[in-house]
């Protein structure tokens, strides 16, 4: 069974950053593609993906501030949040795709305040 374990969100101040993870369990087949989304109440926005093979793309807002990477061979994705802004608050979840499929993690929540 392919589980999604999403860590690393915090209340922190604008400017500062964190690094959330996405850990996958349970997949014997290569993951295709790991992507962030943040959702706040019933919006659920992209923010960044990292493709097995090819370069990272990101949401504009994201652009240059946040920084997505892939260990591969343990099947984890970082996502390096710096400058952080007080509407990047939510819940961060993780989603990964293999052939055919598609997983979700349940998020960790960024709150960032003033």
């Known amino acids: 069974q392919v589980q999604l374990v999403e860590s690393g969100g915090a209340l922190v101040r604008t400017g500062e950053s964190l690094r959330l993870s996405c850990t996958v369990s349970g997949s014997t087949i290569p993951i295709n593609s790991m992507t962030w989304y943040r959702q706040e109440g019933n919006q659920r926005e992209f923010v960044a993906r990292s493709p097995r093979l090819g370069t990272p793309d990101y949401a504009d807002d994201a652009k240059g501030r946040f920084t997505v990477s892939r260990d591969s061979a343990e099947n984890i994705s970082y996502l390096q949040m710096n400058s952080l802004k007080v509407e990047d608050s939510g819940v961060y979840i993780c989603?990964?795709?293999?052939?055919?499929?598609?997983?979700w993690g349940r998020g960790t929540q960024v709150t960032v305040s003033e």
């Open positions: 989603k990964a795709v293999r052939t055919g499929d598609a997983y």
